[in-house]
């Protein structure tokens, strides 16, 4: 990869016809660094919001050692870069060769599983020749209300409270440590979310009356985007200490969490090209189908800026846009403020893309992405703490969206 400036550089050096993404190792380093210090437990980084191997390397770099994986092809991903990373497989279910690949071939010991099938699944796929894996480290999967999150993880998967107790005393026979999981949805927007959750927790050991080793508040720690002003992470981490100290459980317990945002938004932006204005809707070389599915699909505004070498004097204005495929659904409605004069031929960076942007690319109608290149100016937003002061740009207007803390 090339290193570059920033995204002026390498709109003027480049002058790319195909969208670039503009990675920040720095803004990792700073991310991995934080929550490797900061959090009260270990954090286990979540594959998912972006597989790139150069993140994952530079994250371990800053002292991430943990990794949430959900699929087979994670496990192997993360296994190949870093022998010595514990894995933890989080998905509550799964392929039984998965399972037992994950087992056997990788030394995957940490499971997630929300049914009793599950769990006849984890024993059998673990056993060498009938005999039960003594090793396993089996996390429960609760439901808890997506409530405070801007992306719900409610429906799908979590056995709720009432039935929790019996797959607790079930998990309980069959692991050597045995934990709680749960994920609050993504971008929660207030550490009540992290609280609420806690209680569920405390209500189901109770019921169980189980001796816990492990509680797992799962990812959903936000990042800034406009229109989304969360309150500091240090305020999540000091709500999650606080609820998690008054639990019944184990004195040798551990408390882990699963960042995917919060670890990778800041690390990706990706400089597009207008191709064409009509009006107050631009037709950019990035859309629905490559990094930006979350702001065509759940309305998601980014961080924007033309990137011109002389500044625009211009008002600003409202977008929408439009990504380059066929299709109509291939719309970003925005708005994305720019000024007023931008045209045809003008390069934007769009931000804060490192999180559920490249994981989420296509190759649809033929468009795929461009190069990647480092680029060593600072992120166009942060919630991560850099020399003490979070990074705000200029477009992003706290609304006040979520309760403050
Ligand atoms: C997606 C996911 C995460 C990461 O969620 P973020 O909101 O990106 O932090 C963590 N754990 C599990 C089980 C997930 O499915």
């Keep these: 990869m090339h290193n570059h400036h920033n995204a002026l550089r390498v709109a003027t050096e480049l002058q790319p016809a195909a969208p670039v993404t503009l990675v920040r190792p720095d803004a990792a380093l700073d991310a991995a660094r934080f929550f490797a210090s900061a959090f009260p437990g270990k954090s286990f980084y979540a594959v998912k919001a972006n597989p790139s191997p150069h993140l994952i ?9 943990h990794f949430d994986v959900a699929s087979i092809a994670e496990v192997r991903l993360v296994r190949g870069l870093l022998p010595q990373a514990v894995l933890a497989f989080m998905h509550p279910v799964k392929a039984e060769e998965a399972i037992a690949e994950a087992y056997h071939v990788h030394g995957v010991r940490i499971f997630s599983l929300d049914t009793h099938e599950e769990l006849a699944k984890i024993v059998r796929s673990c056993a060498t020749d009938g005999v039960p894996a003594a090793d396993l480290t089996l996390c429960v ?9 801007k992306l719900s993880l409610a429906s799908k998967f979590g056995i709720g409270v009432a039935d ?16 709680i999981c749960f994920h609050v949805g993504s971008q929660a927007m207030s550490p009540a979310a992290y609280a609420d959750a806690l209680a569920f927790v405390r209500a189901a050991i109770v019921e169980a009356g ?6 797992d508040v799962g990812g959903g720690f936000p990042s800034r985007y406009p229109g989304m002003e969360p309150p500091s992470l240090e305020t999540y981490f000091a709500v999650i200490e606080r609820a998690y100290e008054s639990l019944p459980i184990s004195y040798s317990a551990e408390l882990w969490c699963e960042p995917g945002r919060a670890l990778s938004a800041d690390y990706a932006s990706v400089l597009v090209r207008v191709e064409k204005r ?9 859309g629905a189908y490559g990094s930006l599915f979350d702001a065509a699909h759940v309305e998601w505004r980014y961080p924007v ?11 600003p204005m409202d977008f929408a846009f439009y990504g380059p495929t066929c299709d109509d659904m291939d719309h970003m409605k925005g708005p994305f403020e720019l000024p007023a004069d931008v045209k045809a031929g003008d390069y934007i960076e769009i931000g804060q893309l490192g999180a559920y942007g490249q994981a989420m690319r296509t190759g649809f109608n033929g468009f795929t992405n461009g190069d990647t290149v480092i680029v060593t100016d600072a992120p166009m937003a942060s919630l991560i703490p850099m020399g003490g002061e979070a990074v705000v740009p200029a477009n992003v207007v706290p609304l006040g969206v979520a309760a403050r803390v």
């Design 305 to 315: 800026k033309l990137v011109r070498a002389d500044a625009s004097q211009a008002e």
């Design 141 to 149: 999967r609760l439901k808890v209300s997506s409530g405070y999150s």
């Design 57 to 65: 390397e530079t994250l371990w770099e800053g002292g991430i050692r």
């Design 210 to 215: 189980v001796t816990v080793d492990v509680i």
């Design 278 to 286: 009509r009006g107050e809707e631009l037709y950019i070389n990035d």
């Design 164 to 179: 929790a107790p019996a797959l607790l005393l079930a998990a309980r026979q069959a692991a050597d440590a045995l934990g």
